[in-house]
Structures are given as structure tokens and as C-alpha cells.
């Protein structure tokens, strides 16, 4: 069975950062687009970044572009992201997907991604 598993989630003081990996188990995922997204209590998930499966293409929600970065290590299967000067809205469950290229290029659909993770919290601390 493919899982999507997400790490690195926490409490952080507002400014402060974190770097969320999500690692999949069962299949290789170095030719899906990955995307992150995020989902806070009472609210719809929603898109946060995406990478194409190379690397070479990134988009980013206007909320978290300049401080958010999406990356990957394709020979360790691993996504990343690096969230810098966190805010209080910027608590949620971040969620991992992975799509097929054809589908969820630098998408920011949801229904472009084949495979989800069960998340991981994100608090932020004003």
C-alpha cells in the first residue's frame, strides 16, 4: 500500500522556522509532482506550494511565497518544505500529496493529487 508520510511538524514561536519532510513508503515517487497543503481547524484545505517531479518547477500560495520553500531529494525520496518567518495563520495540519506528471503539474487543485498523507501539525505561537 503507498503512504505519503509526513515529519517535522510543531509548536514554534511566531517568526521562528521548521522544515516538514514527507517520505513515501511502498513506491518511489521521483516521477510524481509533489505539492504541500495545509489545512486549519474549521477551514478547507488549501494549496501551499508544489514542485515538479525534476525540481525544476516551483509555484507557491501568495501567503507563503517568500517565505516558504519547496524542494527535493529525489535519490533519498524525500519533499521538503522549509517554512521561514512563521505567523500565527500559518497553523494548520500540512498535508503531502503526490500526483501524476501529466495531472498536477505546479497545480494547486486538489483533486490534480493521486496520494495524500495523514499530515502533520503545524502551531505557531503568537
Known amino acids: 500500500q503507498v503512504q505519503l508520510v509526513e515529519s517535522g511538524g510543531g509548536l514554534v514561536q511566531a517568526g521562528g522556522s521548521l522544515r516538514l519532510s514527507c517520505a513515501p513508503s511502498g513506491r518511489t515517487f521521483s516521477s510524481y509532482n509533489m505539492a504541500w497543503f495545509r489545512q486549519a481547524q474549521g477551514k478547507e484545505r488549501e494549496f501551499v506550494a508544489t514542485?515538479?517531479?525534476?525540481?525544476?518547477?516551483?509555484y507557491y500560495a501568495d501567503s507563503v511565497k517568500g517565505r516558504f520553500t519547496v524542494s527535493r531529494d529525489n535519490a533519498k525520496n524525500t519533499v521538503y518544505l522549509q517554512m521561514e518567518s512563521l505567523k500565527p495563520e500559518d497553523t494548520a495540519v500540512y498535508y503531502c500529496?503526490?500526483?501524476?506528471?501529466?495531472?498536477?503539474?505546479?497545480?494547486?487543485?486538489?483533486?490534480?493529487?493521486?496520494?495524500w498523507g495523514q499530515g502533520t501539525q503545524v502551531t505557531v505561537s503568537s
Open positions: 500529496a503526490a500526483g501524476h506528471p501529466g495531472r498536477s503539474y505546479l497545480s494547486r487543485v486538489l483533486n490534480s493529487y493521486d496520494y
Open positions: 514542485i515538479t517531479w525534476s525540481g525544476g518547477g516551483t
